[in-house]
């Protein structure tokens, strides 16, 4: 590991608890890990803003890759845009509004877009999201890329509103990325994208790169890194793809990885 120049970790499941917490122990880990040179890197299928929240305190010190790799962007300059075609959203929120208990989410760079205020779905956008929108038309937005279109789903994303969209499989990514979530991007959009655009612009190889993640929208990010990690909580298929195993979220597995990759830097350096 003494080689390692990225590092990047998935939100939800993985660096941050059940509760959803981020445990304020990484804060001393992500300044060492500066101090050796090494990048880090937020990936995470929520909002842009909603990730820089999180890291309020070092936010300048953090590659927020959001919107499942659709936006990546550091120090408020924006590294990599892939949006969705509009005509492609138009008919994504058509094939969502008939399915039960589903709600569309225009999640655009600007703020996402909802037409439902209902208690159990906004208590779930405003977990994800900071900025957001109530208007009475989705296919109405204007003025805002389209970087993914959301799913929330209540009765369940996989079983209740992903059969509806598998037929995009060709065209978009179609990503179950939680119990309750579908999400719709760009065929480009997708965090290992993500991660190969940030090795190519810092010249870092698949070799010096680790990662950690729990759930189906972070397989391709493993690909991309020799160091991949999946959390003792994770998807089978996560695990199956991850070279190594983590601790799971609530164990604090990723600081713990990070730790003993602190300690061996230390030994190399001394």
């Given at each position: ?12 499941g ?21 101090a050796h ?9 929520r ?8 890291f309020?305190p ?13 936006y ?29 208990n589903a ?12 037409e ?15 900025r ?28 209740n ?8 499989k ?34 870092i190889?698949?070799?010096e ?6 759930y ?23 695990k ?13 597995g ?12 230390a030994?190399?350096?001394?």
């Amino acid at each position: 590991m003494k080689n390692i120049k990225l590092v990047a970790t998935d939100m939800d499941g993985t660096l941050l608890n059940s509760k959803g917490e981020l445990n304020p122990a990484i804060y001393p880990i992500l300044a060492t890990l500066k101090a050796h040179g090494i990048r880090f890197v937020a990936a995470s299928g929520r909002q842009y803003f909603n990730l820089q929240k999180q890291f309020e305190p070092v936010k300048d010190d953090v590659i927020f890759v959001a919107e499942n790799g659709s936006y990546v962007v550091y120090q408020n300059q924006e590294l990599y845009v892939q949006p969705l075609q509009r005509e492609i959203v138009d008919s994504l929120i058509l094939t969502s509004r008939p399915i039960p208990n589903a709600y569309p989410i225009f999640c655009g760079k600007k703020k996402a877009y909802v037409e439902n205020t209902e208690p159990a779905f906004w208590a779930q956008l405003t977990k994800y999201f900071e900025r957001y929108e109530v208007v009475e038309n989705l296919l109405e937005v204007a003025d805002d890329e389209c970087l993914k279109v959301s799913i929330c789903d209540l009765d369940g994303s996989a079983a209740n509103s992903y059969p509806h969209f598998k037929a995009w499989k060709d065209e978009i990514k179609v990503k179950v990325s939680a119990g309750i979530w579908l999400d719709l991007s760009h065929n480009l959009a997708n965090k290992g994208k993500a991660m190969n655009v940030l090795q190519q612009l810092h010249g870092i190889s698949a070799a010096e790169t680790m990662v950690f993640g729990d759930y189906l929208n972070d397989l391709e990010m493993m690909q991309q890194a020799y160091f991949s990690y999946a959390m003792d909580n994770a998807h089978p298929d996560i695990k199956q793809a991850a070279r190594f195993r983590a601790e799971s979220n609530d164990e604090n597995g990723v600081a713990k990885v990070l730790e003993q990759l602190i300690v061996e830097l230390a030994m190399v350096k001394n």
